[in-house]
């Protein structure tokens, strides 16, 4: 298995370094905008970072996907033995692992911030957790719905469902806020999406 998942991220390099790059970028800013205002105004400044970091994702799962097919890498896998199974796993695991390594110095970054620099407000440590799990939760989606349009033979498809799972994923935190319902909502879309994604790729033909 981490054979198949450093083959993975080798394969997908360029779409691996983006949502990296992207983070570490975000994370340069933050600190520098901190320091040099000295007032914790860190919010501002990762939230903006975070749709770019959503697109790059589902840019990730995309990439992932959609040169499985044109490559045909898993039908070459399947000769040697290895089942659908495990080459989705490995797929999703190497997806997992990128999220979290862009996802989590950003938060914690953040989160130190707001402790050196923000005024001691009680409802600091309650916003952070849920706006932390809603960009979690809206992450992986966003992967796993570049996985499910990747896996698809338009181009216009592709480009079309990245942009529109943005604005729905944009809609909802406009709607329900950082809170337990979007992220109920997002759980659930998260869930569908995994599961429609294991099975048009375990059952379409390599």
């Known amino acids: 298995m ?29 600190v520098i905008f901190a320091f040099s205002r000295g007032n914790g105004g860190t919010f ?22 959609y040169g499985d097919r044109a490559n045909r890498i898993s039908s070459l896998l399947a000769t040697l033995g290895i ?23 950003l938060a914690v970054t953040t989160i130190f911030l707001l402790w050196r620099f ?20 809206a992450a992986v989606a966003c992967y796993f719905a570049g996985l499910l349009v990747g896996w698809t033979t338009s181009k216009a498809w592709l480009l079309a469902g990245c942009v529109l799972l943005l604005l729905s994923l944009a809609s909802l935190v406009v709607i329900k806020g950082f809170g337990p319902a979007a992220m109920a909502l997002l759980a659930l879309f998260l869930g569908a999406t995994l599961w429609y994604t294991w099975h048009t790729f375990t059952s379409a033909s390599l």
Not at 12 to 19: G, K, Q, R, T, W
Not at 55 to 63: D, K, P, V
Request: charged share 10%; glycine share 4%; with cysteine.
């Open 44 to 65: 501002p400044v990762t939230i903006m970072f975070t749709p770019i970091l959503l697109l790059a994702f589902c840019s990730l799962g995309a990439s992932q996907a």
């Open 118 to 137: 923000a005024p001691p407000l009680e409802f600091y440590g309650r916003m952070v957790a849920e706006i932390s799990l809603t960009v979690l939760l």
């Open 83 to 105: 089942t659908r199974n495990r080459i989705f796993a490995a797929r999703v695991l190497a997806g997992l692992l990128i999220v979290l390594i862009c996802l989590v110095p």
């Open 2 to 30: 981490l054979t198949l998942i450093a083959r993975e991220i080798r394969d997908n390099i360029v779409s691996v370094a983006l949502p990296c790059l992207v983070s570490a970028l975000g994370i340069t800013v933050a």
